[in-house]
């Protein structure tokens, strides 16, 4: 796997829930982890960053609402998403940090209705 995989997007209504998945396997000197989502006519945009010694920081805007976690055994970055809003909809991508520099999924696209 050169480049990490996401899953869990959809369309959900506001006040909503999603659980976002990114599979890391196979990419050596993994130093951090990220979610970042790009909205029509926005800037990508960092949500959730998680490094390897745990310590997460996360958007204004999603602080309280979303959570970062990482499976260690499996390389895996999760994205929890609470009392979803309209303004969340993006698409969301992973990204890993490597020495070797920076790895992107293609995104998953996450939509809410109001």
């Known amino acids: 796997q050169a480049q990490p995989v996401e899953s869990g997007g959809g369309l959900v209504q506001a006040g909503g829930s999603l659980k976002l998945s990114c599979s890391a396997a196979?990419?050596?000197?993994?130093?951090?982890m990220g979610w970042y989502r790009q909205a029509p006519g926005n800037q990508r945009e960092s949500v959730a960053t998680i490094v390897s010694n745990g310590i997460t920081n996360y958007a204004d805007s999603v602080k309280g609402r979303f959570t970062i976690s990482k499976n260690k055994a499996n390389d895996n970055v999760y994205l929890q998403m609470n009392n979803l809003r309209p303004e969340d909809t993006a698409v969301y991508y992973c990204k890993i940090v490597t020495p070797w520099g920076d790895r992107w999924g293609q995104g998953t696209q996450v939509t809410v209705s109001s």
């Open positions: 196979g990419i050596a000197g993994i130093k951090g």
